[in-house]
C-alpha cells in the first residue's frame, strides 16, 4: 500500500514538473530566480553592443531603470542617441556613454573602443560586458553559403565579439572582477535547416566563452551564456530576434527575453535557455 502510495505521489510530481517544463519560457534554474537582484546591477557599470534597437535597447531601458551606469554601442550614432534621450534612471540619461563602435573595424578600432569605455567612468571600469552586437543574414542552405556571407557573420559574431573580449579582460583581470552576458542563441545548441553559418558562429561562440570561465572563473571573472529560441520585437531584429511574421511558432517577447537575461546575469547563473519552444528545450538538455 505505501509503494503503492509512493509510486501515486511520484507520478504527480512529474506530471505537474512536465506541466511546467511545457509551459514555461526558461530553463529551470533561470525561473527559480524570478527576480533581478537590484544590487548586483545598481550603480555598476554596463556596458552594451548593439543597443541601438531590438534586444539590445530593451536591456538597456531596463538596466537604466535598475540604475546602472550605461555605456551604449552600436554602429549607428544616431540611433544611439534616439535610446539614450528615451532612459530614465539613476544615472540616465544625463550620465549615459555613447560609444559608436563597429566589431569588424579591426583590433585598433577595438582596443581605442576599450580604452574609452575604461575611461567614462572616473575611479572604475567596466563591471558587465553584454555582447548582444550580432550579425544574420536570410536563411539558406549550408550548401548555398556564399563565402561573402560566411565572413560577415563570423566577423561580427565571432571575431569582433572575442577581439573586443580579449582587449577588455586584462582591465577586468586587474581589479579582480568582471562578468561578460553573452547573448548566443538556441541555433548554437540545436541547429535548425537553413541556419548553418549562424549556428556555426554561434557554437564557436559558447565554445569560447564556456572556456574563457574554465580559465578565469577563479580570477574574478564570470561568464553567463544566454541562448534564446524564436524571440518577436516590434523595431527591427537583431541575431537573437526573429522577424514579426504570422506564424505557428510561439515567441518570448522581447522584454521578456531581456528580463530573464538580465536575472540570469544578476545571479551569475553560467548558461541558460529562453524559449516558450518545449522541443527547444528537450533538446538543449539532451
Not at 554596463?46 to 535598475?66: C, D, F, M, N, Q
Not at 563602435?101 to 569605455?117: F, H, N, Q
Amino acid at each position: 500500500m505505501l509503494s503503492l502510495f509512493i509510486s501515486l505521489f511520484l507520478t504527480i510530481v512529474l506530471s505537474a514538473l512536465t506541466f511546467k517544463f511545457v509551459i514555461s519560457d526558461g530553463d529551470f534554474t533561470l525561473l527559480s530566480k524570478r527576480h533581478v537582484k537590484r544590487e548586483e546591477i545598481e550603480d555598476k557599470v554596463v556596458w552594451i553592443t548593439g543597443a541601438s534597437r531590438g534586444i539590445g535597447e530593451i536591456l538597456a531601458k531596463r538596466l537604466a531603470s535598475l540604475g546602472a551606469k550605461l555605456i551604449l554601442s552600436a554602429r549607428n550614432e544616431t540611433e544611439l542617441e534616439r535610446v539614450r534621450k528615451q532612459l530614465t534612471g539613476k544615472h540616465a540619461p544625463e550620465q549615459v556613454k555613447i560609444l559608436p563602435l563597429d566589431l569588424t573595424s579591426g583590433e585598433d578600432a577595438l582596443k581605442e573602443a576599450v580604452d574609452k569605455a575604461e575611461s567614462f567612468f572616473p575611479g572604475v571600469g567596466v563591471d558587465y560586458m553584454f555582447h548582444n552586437a550580432a550579425y544574420e543574414r536570410p536563411k539558406t542552405t549550408a550548401l548555398d553559403v556564399t563565402e561573402e556571407s560566411l565572413k560577415a557573420t563570423f566577423n561580427v559574431n565571432v571575431f569582433g565579439t572575442i577581439s573586443l573580449t580579449r582587449l577588455l579582460t586584462p582591465f577586468m583581470l586587474r581589479r579582480g572582477r568582471g562578468h561578460f552576458v553573452v547573448m548566443s542563441s538556441a541555433a548554437g545548441k540545436t541547429p535548425a535547416p537553413g541556419q548553418a553559418v549562424y549556428s556555426a558562429s554561434k557554437y564557436a561562440l559558447n565554445g569560447y566563452f564556456h572556456t574563457l570561465r574554465s580559465e578565469l572563473c577563479q580570477k574574478g571573472i564570470k561568464v553567463t551564456v544566454v541562448c534564446p529560441g524564436p524571440v518577436v520585437t516590434s523595431n527591427g531584429s537583431g541575431a537573437t530576434t526573429s522577424t514579426t511574421k504570422v506564424s505557428s511558432e510561439k515567441r518570448v517577447p522581447a522584454e521578456r527575453c531581456a528580463e530573464l537575461t538580465i536575472i540570469a546575469a544578476s545571479h551569475g547563473l553560467k548558461e541558460v535557455w529562453i524559449s516558450c519552444q518545449p522541443v527547444l528545450a528537450v533538446m538543449y538538455l539532451i
